[in-house]
């Protein structure tokens, strides 16, 4: 029952909200805007919208469009040096958790020296104190799913060594963060899918977690409860403004899960298969891993599987409590027909199952601080045989 809540951010949640920012005080006179290297931001207007928004209150910006759906290094070290060349003195996140997470690591970059990986910790990264404090970052989601407009943490891989690590700390909340699922419409139903899976497993995994706490309980079972019940109707009707918004608010409190608590080592194993495969959707991968995964933990910590699967629908009066887990898990699989990626398989994106126990090492060698999350310590033996159990 001991707990510390720290939650800096400032969020405008809501339809609508991204004409709110005009309102709002920027935290500098010139922004670098962060953008993938698709096309949507532009083809669906919200650059567009947001340049206008900075023009109108008299603040310059820049523009850099290179970021990957798993972002790398390299666009780290180019963001930070256009943004230093072009005297910028904030950093604005649009779109997607690659681009915020990108936004994130590049203002880390723009006020510091040397190499991103200097400052990262686990795997080859010097896990070097960070001098000077990150340029303060404005984070405009255009998806539901990674919750890092609602936690300091940043996800980049070195795209060299094969590590794809997060980081963070307490400077590298966003100052500001606005989450308008007005901006989610035209997001397509499988990515909707992945997205909304990676924001219900930061909830599952903070649950589980051993430093999980009242705070971050009550946001998870609350995030996991909107998710099941919202996300299929996202996956089938997109255009659902309602549905969207309860998947934005559970993504939201899940990022605020990720702020108490903790993810466990199903997203170190996630990171090792993105990292060798980065055309693997991260969601993607947490759903391939999941019913080993929480098979596994189910049998090891059953006592935490009664709030998963009430939050998840079951009726756990009617269940007998060591049915609990199985319930939970028969709940889980019933939410992936419903949103169609029952069917994944890792060999659909060229996965080979005689990886599984390199990718295995690397999830263990680059995000072992996942692995101290979990409530039971899996050896590496167990950490590949979930892996092969998952694969497919």
């Known amino acids: 029952m001991h707990f510390t809540y720290y939650m800096p951010t400032k969020i405008l949640f809501g339809p609508g909200k991204l004409g709110e920012l005009i309102k709002e005080d920027l935290?500098?006179?010139?922004?670098?805007?962060?953008i993938s290297a698709g096309s949507s931001m532009r083809k669906f207007g919200y650059l567009q919208r947001l340049q206008g928004i900075l023009e109108e209150k008299g603040i310059a910006?820049?523009?850099?469009?290179?970021?990957?759906p798993n972002p790398i290094k390299t666009h780290v070290m180019e963001g930070a040096a256009l943004c230093k060349e072009e005297n910028c003195d904030f950093?604005?996140?649009l779109g997607g958790g690659s681009s915020i997470d990108s936004a994130k690591s590049i203002a880390i970059m723009a006020r510091n020296e040397g190499d991103y990986w200097d400052y990262v910790g686990g795997g080859t990264a010097k896990g070097q104190p960070?001098?000077?404090t990150p340029l303060p970052v404005v984070a405009i989601t255009t998806t539901a799913g990674t919750g890092t407009e609602a936690d300091p943490w940043t996800?980049?891989?070195?795209?060299d060594t094969k590590e794809k690590i997060g980081f963070g700390n307490q400077y590298t909340f966003p100052a500001l963060s606005v989450v308008d699922p007005e901006l989610m419409l035209s997001v397509p139903p499988k990515l909707t899918a992945y997205q909304g899976f990676d924001a219900l497993f930061h909830s599952l995994e903070g649950y589980i977690a051993n430093v999980a706490t009242p705070i971050s309980d009550m946001y998870a079972l609350r995030s996991i409860?909107?998710?099941n019940k919202y996300l299929p109707e996202c996956v089938t009707n997109g255009g659902n403004l309602e549905a969207r918004t309860n998947v934005a608010l559970a993504n939201t409190f899940a990022g605020f899960v990720q702020t108490e608590s903790s993810c466990t080592s199903e997203h170190s194993m996630e990171h090792a298969l993105s990292a060798f495969y980065p055309e693997l959707p991260h969601g993607a991968g947490l759903i391939l891993l999941s019913e080993a995964y929480f098979s596994f933990f189910g049998t090891k910590i059953p006592e935490r599987f009664t709030g998963l699967a009430k939050a998840m629908g079951v009726d756990v009066e009617s269940v007998p409590k060591e049915q609990h887990p199985q319930a939970f898990l028969g709940a889980l699989q019933t939410l992936k027909e419903k949103c169609g990626v029952a069917d994944l398989k890792m060999s659909?994106?060229?996965?080979?199952?005689?990886d599984i126990p390199k990718?295995?090492?690397n999830a263990r060698e680059t995000m072992g601080g996942l692995f101290e999350m979990d409530r039971y310590t899996l050896s590496l033996d167990e950490t590949i045989e979930i892996m092969e159990r998952a694969y497919r």
């Open 27 to 34: 935290p500098g006179t010139k922004a670098l805007i962060v």
């Open 130 to 132: 960070i001098p000077n």
């Open 61 to 68: 910006y820049a523009v850099f469009d290179k970021i990957l």
């Open 359 to 361: 990718l295995a090492v």
């Open 225 to 227: 409860e909107l998710a």
């Open 155 to 159: 996800v980049i891989t070195n795209e």
């Open 348 to 354: 659909d994106w060229g996965i080979q199952s005689g």
């Open 91 to 93: 950093i604005i996140g």
